[in-house]
């Protein structure tokens, strides 16, 4: 699998033209890169638990859905290999729709030969983004009081393999 660029490029929030249609005419975007999450849901859904915890971003962004997967991934073990499926519920509230694009140029010998330079510079589909606010929260943890601290670890996991800073809320669930 090719390598993926440095996300430093991408992070920044912006409003670009990268609207996906089922008509050709109005779609901007002629090919959506696929959503590499494989799960959005982990635990158990019907069952009630006395407390939610949700990591918070602090800044503006846009995450890849390889980050945002990794994350899932790195957080939901800690919580698999210490609880049982049925005693927490885990999602993930955010979804990576906006496309990127990259606009490749040819460098070395001959590359002006092959470049089309910023002649057509709209940019090819490379990946798809979650654009997360300030305030947002990007993965909610339900469980019960006794397992709150092995749910902090877990969101702390993936905190940190997420590229800004976030913060671990803890809230007591209405009956």
Excluded: W
């Amino acid at each position: 699998m090719a390598r993926a660029r440095k996300f430093v490029a991408y992070r920044f929030l912006e409003r670009a033209y990268t609207r996906f249609s089922k008509y050709g005419a109005k779609s901007y975007i002629r090919a959506r890169p696929v959503c590499r999450v494989v799960r959005f849901d982990m635990g158990t859904e019907n069952k009630t638990f006395t407390h939610r915890m949700t990591l918070v971003a602090k800044t503006t962004l846009q995450i890849r859905d390889l980050a945002l997967e990794s994350a899932r991934q790195t957080s939901n073990r800690v919580l698999e290999k210490n609880l049982p499926k049925t005693e927490y519920r885990y999602k993930m509230m955010v979804y990576p729709h906006h496309v990127l694009r990259e606009n490749p140029l040819a460098s070395g010998a001959g590359a002006d030969r092959l470049s089309t330079g910023m002649a057509h510079n709209y940019g090819k589909p490379i990946g798809v983004a979650a654009q997360v606010k300030e305030g947002k929260a990007v993965f909610r943890l339900d469980i019960n009081e006794n397992n709150l601290e092995l749910g902090r670890k877990a969101l702390h996991r993936a905190a940190l393999k997420l590229p800004c800073t976030f913060s671990v809320q803890v809230e007591k669930m209405a009956k």
